[in-house]
C-alpha cells in the first residue's frame, strides 16, 4: 500500500493550495481517507476526513468552511481544497487510509492504518 501526496508548497495568507494524495496498492474500495497535519514541536492532528464512497465528511473546527475534502475513486486519489489559508495552517500535511469500513470517517489517527510521507504547506503572513 502506498500513499503518495502532493500540492504542498509556499503561498501567502489568504491564497489557496490544492492537495493531492494518490493510493495504490489498496485491494478494496470500502476505505476512508483522511488528511492530518503536523507543526513543529506539535503533536499531529486531524483536519478532515471523508467516507469510502464520498457522502460523508468530517473536519475540525478551525478549517471548517475553508477546506474542502474530496475524492475521486475512479483515480483513487483524495483532495484537499485549502481556501484562505492563515500562518498557522503552516504543517506538514499527511493523508492516511482507514480500512476498516466505518460509516463515518474517523477523525482518531490511531484509526487509520496507511500514511503517506507528508508533503510540506507554508503559509507566510
Known amino acids: 500500500v502506498q500513499l503518495v501526496e502532493s500540492g504542498g508548497g509556499l503561498v501567502q495568507a489568504g491564497g489557496s493550495l490544492r492537495l493531492s494524495c494518490a493510493a495504490s496498492?489498496?485491494?478494496?474500495?470500502?476505505?476512508?481517507l483522511g488528511w492530518f497535519r503536523q507543526a513543529p514541536g506539535k503533536e499531529r492532528e486531524f483536519v478532515a476526513a471523508?467516507?469510502?464512497?464520498?457522502?460523508?465528511?468530517n473536519y475540525a473546527d478551525s478549517v471548517k468552511g475553508r477546506f474542502t475534502i474530496s475524492r475521486d475513486n475512479a483515480k483513487n486519489t483524495v483532495y484537499l481544497q485549502m481556501n484562505s489559508l492563515r500562518p498557522e495552517d503552516t504543517a506538514v500535511y499527511y493523508c492516511?487510509?482507514?480500512?476498516?469500513?466505518?460509516?463515518?470517517?474517523?477523525?482518531?489517527?490511531?484509526?487509520?492504518?496507511?500514511w503517506g510521507q507528508g508533503t510540506q504547506v507554508t503559509v507566510s503572513s
Open positions: 492516511a487510509a482507514d480500512y476498516s469500513g466505518r460509516y463515518s470517517p474517523t477523525t482518531t489517527k490511531d484509526d487509520y492504518e496507511y
Open positions: 496498492g489498496l485491494t478494496y474500495k470500502n476505505y476512508a
Open positions: 471523508i467516507s469510502w464512497d464520498g457522502g460523508r465528511t
